[in-house]
């Protein structure tokens, strides 16, 4: 392997980010500390990094505190052989060079200090502020030795939470795990396989959703390597013999230069190389690369505006790919990303993909958040608030959803799952609440997805949604701005059905469901759960049945294919376990039960006077229709215990209802009062399928 294949990352010096010589920042560090008045020699470039993004940083906190982490990292050394302080001095190097502020590179120089030294979090507290002693213990690991397997999981855990009051814990973890990426090639093969498909499934996610393009693509290209050994070798080779492609992007730029000098628009155009996973996707798309696939025209300009000036004059010059059109800056990104992205055939037939953004969109685009600097105070170096959470009004929407139902599973396994499949759901919608408030769902969302999260728990009780006021399914997929408002039964003590979890999208949602279904075993949904039984007789019983008969407390449940209710002729059917399934004596279940040899048992109802009932109704689709039918069920003294409605069909609409009646007497005069309501043309009792008993 090539030394560029074995550091992919060096393919990003093309990008003008030159790597540092961790060996002579080794022999630097190792010379202690420099006088008091000049910074040590091994911290110069994170400070002329530091410098060229915020020329008036005051320096002596940064002193200070690589002198604490030099000092308390003395004698410790890097499986490569390199003295440890060059490790916290290049993830600081990283930062820098994306542009963070004083304090987020004080506590990347301190941030493994807690872990591996005698150096404690109070001290830190004392010596640089509780602000800085926040980040760095957000980003300390928890000891294996507590945690076991789940060490690594539940670490995670601790720094999202973290970063849910402060993003930069997740910065610095970003730019820890890329150092220790590009130095990985001294560990174990299976190790190396270990640590970058934890990377692939959970900090390049992480990345791309706080828009850190910079580390994230770098980080593609390392656990490239690593993993497809075989296609990153195909790729950097593809890229080696393409060397002078970049030509044709070069006369291309050449002549938007000439276009917009010509209408007066100052702009800055650049050839953006793209990294070998960009180029290993190009080349999936196609069989055969073109000249101008391996990289991509940037223009820069100074404000909004002129972004859409050099659309124009780029369109109206060149020959534009419409389908390759996006406005990223009318519509952000959920990672602050903004750009036009367009693509061109220049005057040989040539294609070229094209970026547009100001100076500062672009400076978002690389960095994200790291280029925001600290969003929580408004002065840098203030002490944040001793109590309670500090208030973040840029956090993202993916953020709280995640904080949100990681407080759902305390199981570490259940948590790190979950974690893996929300990342992995890379595009974002916004839908909206009735209330015109906005909810952030992933792509392929359903009614379901937005009714927890709206509701929580409360979702458990959903009977149904109008999607842009008219009523839909709840496994409705929703659009980017739809407006949902979401339906739920007045019954406290209903629970989602298990084919929920067919269709939801959002782990909050999937958790939540899970832990229902598991709670209650014999409801497997809401159809399924009988909260009154009849009990069995006690004569003339067959003498087959004696096992379920004469057993104390035997589980006594309602048929959900039937629904039976007083004064239903009904019958028991003995079920695994000793159970008895109660059946109107009319269900086909029970011919089909009896032909293949199991003998009914016979029931009786008892004195309780409640009873949960399925019925259908059918009726012609208008607005409202759902609302009169549930307030006509409520006037009758039934609660809705779960509800379902099927797409129109000749603007006819199904509803069909499970109530819980507190008493079966009055049965007859709701299926009236629903049979009522205008529109409403027929209302029945349900008679499902007969299922397996």
Same mark, same amino acid.
């Given at each position: 392997?090539?030394?560029?294949?074995?550091?992919?990352g060096?393919?990003?010096?093309r990008?003008? @980010?030159?790597?540092?010589?961790?060996r002579?920042?080794?022999?630097?560090?190792?010379?202690?500390?420099?006088?008091?008045?000049?910074?040590?020699?091994?911290?110069g470039?994170?400070?002329?990094?530091?410098?060229?993004?915020h020329?008036?940083? @005051?320096?002596?906190?940064?002193?200070?505190?690589? &002198?604490?982490?030099?000092?308390?990292?003395?004698?410790?050394?890097?499986?490569?052989?390199?003295?440890?302080?060059?490790?916290?001095?290049?993830?600081?190097l990283?930062?820098?060079?994306?542009?963070?502020?004083?304090?987020?590179?004080?506590?990347?120089?301190?941030?493994?200090?807690?872990?591996?030294?005698?150096?404690?979090?109070? *001290?830190?507290?004392?010596? $640089?502020g509780?602000?800085?002693?926040?980040?760095?213990?957000?980003?300390?690991? !928890?000891?294996? &030795?507590?945690?076991?397997?789940?060490a690594?999981?539940?670490?995670?855990?601790?720094?999202? &939470?973290?970063?849910?009051?402060?993003? @930069?814990?997740?910065?610095?973890k970003?730019?820890?795990?890329?150092?220790?990426?590009?130095?990985?090639?001294?560990? #174990?093969?299976?190790?190396?396989?270990?640590?970058?498909?934890?990377?692939?499934?959970?900090?390049?996610?992480?990345?791309?959703?706080?828009?850190?393009?910079?580390l994230?693509?770098?980080?593609?290209?390392?656990?490239?390597?690593?993993?497809?050994?075989?296609?990153?070798?195909?790729?950097?080779a593809?890229?080696?013999?393409?060397a002078?492609?970049?030509?044709?992007?070069?006369?291309?730029?050449?002549? $938007?230069?000439?276009?917009? @000098?010509?209408?007066?628009?100052?702009?800055?155009?650049?050839?953006?190389?793209?990294? $070998?996973?960009?180029?290993?996707?190009?080349?999936?798309?196609?069989?055969?690369?073109?000249?101008?696939?391996?990289?991509?025209?940037?223009?820069?300009?100074?404000?909004?505006?002129?972004?859409?000036?050099?659309?124009?004059?780029?369109?109206?010059?060149?020959?534009?790919?419409?389908s390759?059109?996006?406005?990223?800056?009318?519509?952000?990104?959920?990672?602050?990303y /903004?750009?036009?992205?367009?693509?061109?055939?220049?005057?040989?037939?040539a294609?070229?993909?094209?970026?547009?953004?100001?100076?500062?969109?672009?400076?978002?685009?690389e960095?994200?958040?790291?280029a925001?600097?600290?969003? =929580?105070?408004?002065?840098?170096?203030?002490?944040?608030?001793?109590?309670?959470?500090?208030?973040?009004?840029?956090?993202?929407?993916?953020?709280?959803r995640?904080?949100?139902?990681?407080?759902?599973?305390?199981?570490?396994?259940? $948590?790190?799952?979950?974690?893996?499949?929300?990342?992995?759901?890379?595009?974002?919608?916004?839908?909206?609440?009735?209330?015109?408030?906005?909810?952030?769902?992933?792509?392929?969302?359903?009614?379901?997805?937005?009714? =927890?999260? %709206?509701?929580?728990?409360?979702?458990?009780?959903?009977?149904?949604? #109008?999607?842009n006021?008219?009523?839909?399914?709840?496994?409705?997929?929703?659009?980017?701005?739809?407006?949902?408002?979401?339906?739920?039964?007045?019954?406290?003590?209903?629970?989602p059905?298990?084919?929920?979890?067919?269709?939801?999208?959002?782990?909050?949602?999937?958790?939540?469901?899970?832990?229902?279904?598991?709670?209650?075993?014999?409801?497997?949904?809401?159809?399924?759960?009988?909260?009154?039984?009849?009990? /069995?007789?006690?004569?003339?019983?067959?003498?087959?049945a004696?096992?379920?008969?004469?057993?104390?407390?035997a589980?006594?449940?309602?048929?959900?294919?039937?629904?039976?209710?007083?004064p239903?002729?009904?019958?028991?059917?003995?079920?695994?376990?000793?159970?008895?399934?109660?059946?109107?004596?009319?269900?086909?279940?029970?011919?089909?039960?009896?032909?293949?040899?199991?003998?009914?048992?016979?029931?009786?109802?008892?004195?309780?006077?409640?009873?949960?009932?399925?019925?259908?109704?059918?009726?012609?689709?208008r607005?409202?229709?759902?609302?009169?039918?549930?307030?006509?069920?409520?006037?009758?003294?039934?609660?809705?215990?779960?509800?379902t409605v099927?797409?129109?069909?000749? /603007?006819?609409?199904?509803?069909?209802?499970? !109530? %819980? !009646?507190?008493?079966?007497?009055?049965?007859?005069?709701?299926?009236?009062?629903?049979?009522?309501?205008?529109?409403?043309?027929?209302?029945?009792?349900? *008679?499902?399928?007969?299922?397996?008993?």
């Amino acid at each position: 392997m090539s030394a560029e294949a074995a550091n992919p990352g060096a393919h990003s010096r093309r990008r003008g @980010r030159p790597r540092i010589d961790l060996r002579r920042l080794g022999r630097a560090a190792l010379m202690g500390p420099a006088g008091r008045d000049r910074l040590p020699d091994a911290i110069g470039h994170v400070v002329d990094a530091h410098r060229a993004h915020h020329p008036e940083a @005051r320096l002596a906190q940064l002193h200070k505190a690589y &002198v604490l982490a030099e000092s308390s990292h003395r004698g410790q050394f890097r499986k490569s052989g390199e003295p440890y302080i060059t490790h916290p001095l290049a993830v600081t190097l990283i930062l820098a060079e994306l542009g963070a502020e004083t304090t987020t590179l004080i506590a990347s120089l301190l941030h493994d200090t807690v872990e591996d030294t005698e150096v404690t979090l109070d *001290q830190v507290k004392a010596e $640089f502020g509780a602000e800085v002693a926040y980040i760095v213990d957000g980003v300390t690991k !928890l000891e294996k &030795v507590d945690y076991g397997a789940a060490a690594e999981p539940e670490t995670f855990r601790k720094m999202l &939470v973290a970063t849910g009051n402060d993003v @930069r814990v997740m910065s610095i973890k970003l730019a820890d795990r890329l150092h220790n990426m590009r130095t990985l090639g001294v560990m #174990r093969p299976e190790k190396q396989a270990r640590i970058a498909k934890v990377t692939r499934d959970v900090l390049i996610p992480l990345a791309e959703r706080l828009g850190v393009q910079a580390l994230k693509t770098e980080l593609e290209d390392l656990v490239f390597a690593i993993l497809h050994p075989g296609e990153y070798e195909r790729t950097r080779a593809l890229i080696a013999e393409n060397a002078t492609a970049c030509t044709a992007l070069e006369a291309i730029a050449d002549e $938007f230069r000439k276009v917009l @000098r010509e209408a007066g628009i100052s702009a800055e155009v650049l050839i953006r190389p793209r990294h $070998f996973v960009s180029v290993h996707r190009v080349c999936l798309k196609r069989a055969e690369p073109r000249s101008t696939d391996f990289g991509r025209l940037l223009v820069l300009v100074g404000e909004d505006a002129d972004c859409y000036a050099v659309l124009g004059e780029l369109h109206t010059c060149f020959t534009p790919v419409i389908s390759e059109f996006k406005d990223f800056i009318a519509a952000p990104k959920f990672n602050l990303y /903004q750009s036009l992205h367009t693509a061109v055939a220049g005057p040989d037939g040539a294609v070229a993909e094209v970026l547009i953004r100001t100076h500062q969109m672009h400076k978002v685009a690389e960095a994200g958040v790291v280029a925001l600097g600290n969003p =929580y105070l408004a002065t840098e170096g203030a002490e944040p608030p001793e109590d309670g959470e500090r208030a973040d009004p840029t956090r993202p929407g993916w953020l709280s959803r995640l904080l949100e139902w990681q407080q759902s599973t305390p199981d570490p396994d259940t $948590f790190w799952t979950s974690l893996r499949a929300d990342l992995a759901q890379d595009k974002e919608i916004t839908v909206f609440r009735a209330d015109g408030r906005a909810l952030g769902l992933p792509a392929g969302a359903s009614c379901v997805d937005a009714a =927890y999260a %709206q509701y929580g728990e409360r979702a458990h009780t959903c009977i149904g949604a #109008r999607v842009n006021g008219r009523l839909a399914t709840l496994s409705t997929q929703l659009k980017d701005g739809d407006t949902v408002h979401v339906l739920l039964a007045q019954d406290a003590s209903s629970g989602p059905s298990r084919d929920w979890l067919d269709h939801v999208r959002t782990p909050a949602a999937r958790i939540a469901i899970t832990g229902w279904l598991d709670a209650h075993p014999e409801g497997a949904g809401a159809q399924d759960a009988a909260p009154r039984r009849p009990t /069995q007789r006690t004569a003339d019983r067959p003498a087959s049945a004696n096992a379920v008969v004469d057993r104390p407390g035997a589980t006594v449940r309602l048929a959900g294919c039937c629904t039976p209710v007083p004064p239903d002729t009904v019958t028991g059917i003995p079920v695994r376990g000793g159970a008895v399934t109660v059946h109107r004596r009319e269900c086909p279940a029970v011919a089909r039960m009896e032909s293949a040899g199991r003998v009914p048992v016979e029931v009786r109802w008892g004195d309780a006077p409640e009873c949960r009932v399925t019925l259908v109704a059918e009726s012609f689709g208008r607005p409202r229709l759902l609302a009169d039918l549930t307030e006509a069920i409520a006037a009758e003294g039934a609660a809705v215990v779960s509800a379902t409605v099927e797409p129109p069909t000749q /603007q006819r609409v199904r509803h069909t209802y499970t !109530l %819980q !009646l507190p008493d079966a007497a009055g049965l007859p005069a709701l299926m009236r009062a629903m049979r009522d309501v205008p529109g409403v043309y027929d209302v029945s009792r349900t *008679q499902h399928p007969a299922g397996s008993n």
